[in-house]
């Protein structure tokens, strides 16, 4: 007998922290190459910065807690932090905002809570908005999709130009491809007094945008293939379908309900899924379970919040991106939504109060003597 095995009995369950951290990344490959292909090497180069510096400060966050590096380095979640962050990030962004955005989201959005599991806001998106208020320039300067090995493609040393040499795109020539992303300019339109018509006219197509074939973020060029990475995360049962399918739906029904009031100021449901990181927020950021509530009632209360933090953000705050904003108010309320909407333990009420269940009647075998006979 093994005396280190106390109580039985023993379950050997197959999920761990690496095998979901590999799922989810394995769910990403295929809009994460998508987007790549589609920006080129500058967009490739980012991505490799933004990893590394992740993962490097995750190494010296551990060596200076005197903890196991390979190990913890092994789970993958690291990793996975600087690919959520990357694929936030403008493509042509230069290389200092990777490792900042690194920096940021090892050491002030997990480390300094204690490390994986113990972080109260989702570290990715904390570097998202601390890089949003701190570079609001380098943040907000996209360029049009230039595919891979195409005439309006920069090549591999131009990249190197663009990421590491600190050169303008104007000074490289590519000032024909810089621009707003789609929220973006919609939102200068309408301030400038435009109707949603004109505003759209031009730069929103439902199928290009389903597509990716749209300026934004690595995160937004494919809401097809990012939904169909998170539906597949649904069916192995890696996430729940509570949050996506709450995010999506308060969006949805705030957007057609807002357009049937005034359908020249406010755009519908298809504008808002479509374009921006929402599809890459509701299956893969807001669905972190670290940050997110355990129960179900809190996962559709914190879905439905975070989906109506974006449309109010986006329709009439500030910015004409919401969704790290969203997602860090509600991963504040997490521990709230776990307070008041615990689940039921097995045996009790809701209120955590013990069920009562009839007494089984008294049978032959254990009746007393004398007892049931007539």
Do not use: C
């Amino acid at each position: 007998m093994n005396p280190s095995l106390s109580a039985s009995p023993h379950a050997h369950a197959p999920v761990s922290v690496g095998r979901t951290m590999a799922l989810v990344m394995l769910a990403l490959v295929p809009a994460t190459l998508f987007g790549l292909s589609q920006f080129g090497w500058p967009a490739i180069f980012l991505f490799t910065v933004t990893l590394g510096a992740t993962l490097g400060f995750e190494a010296l966050s551990l060596a200076a807690a005197g903890k196991p590096v390979r190990l913890t380095l092994m789970d993958g979640s690291a990793l996975l932090t600087g690919w959520l962050l990357a694929l936030t990030l403008p493509p042509w962004a230069p290389w200092w905002i990777g490792v900042v955005g690194g920096a940021l989201a090892v050491l002030l959005g997990k480390q300094v809570f204690g490390g994986i599991g113990q972080n109260l806001f989702n570290p990715a998106m904390v570097a998202r908005v601390a890089l949003l208020i701190s570079f609001p320039l380098e943040m907000t300067r996209w360029v049009a999709p230039a595919p891979l090995f195409t005439g309006d493609a920069p090549g591999f040393f131009e990249g190197l130009t663009i990421t590491f040499g600190g050169q303008t795109l104007d000074a490289l020539g590519f000032d024909a491809m810089s621009g707003a992303s789609i929220l973006g300019h919609v939102r200068t339109e309408l301030g400038q007094g435009e109707v949603l018509n004109a505003a759209l006219t031009g730069v929103f197509d439902p199928f290009s945008a389903l597509l990716g074939t749209v300026p934004g973020s690595l995160g937004e060029t494919s809401a097809l293939l990012i939904a169909l990475g998170g539906l597949w995360l649904i069916y192995k049962g890696v996430i729940d379908w509570r949050i996506p399918a709450a995010l999506l739906g308060t969006v949805a029904v705030l957007a057609t309900g807002m357009h049937l009031i005034d359908p020249g100021h406010y755009a519908g449901a298809p504008y808002h899924l479509l374009t921006g990181s929402i599809m890459l927020a509701a299956f893969f950021i807001a669905t972190d379970p670290v940050t997110s509530p355990v129960s179900r009632a809190g996962q559709l209360v914190f879905g439905a919040g975070v989906g109506l933090l974006v449309y109010v953000i986006r329709t009439w705050g500030g910015y004409p991106e919401g969704v790290a904003f969203a997602v860090l108010l509600m991963n504040a309320a997490t521990p709230m939504l776990d307070h008041y909407l615990k689940p039921r333990i097995y045996g009790r009420d809701r209120r955590g109060q013990p069920l009562e269940y009839p007494q089984p009647e008294a049978t032959a075998a254990t009746a007393k003597p004398g007892e049931g006979r007539q």
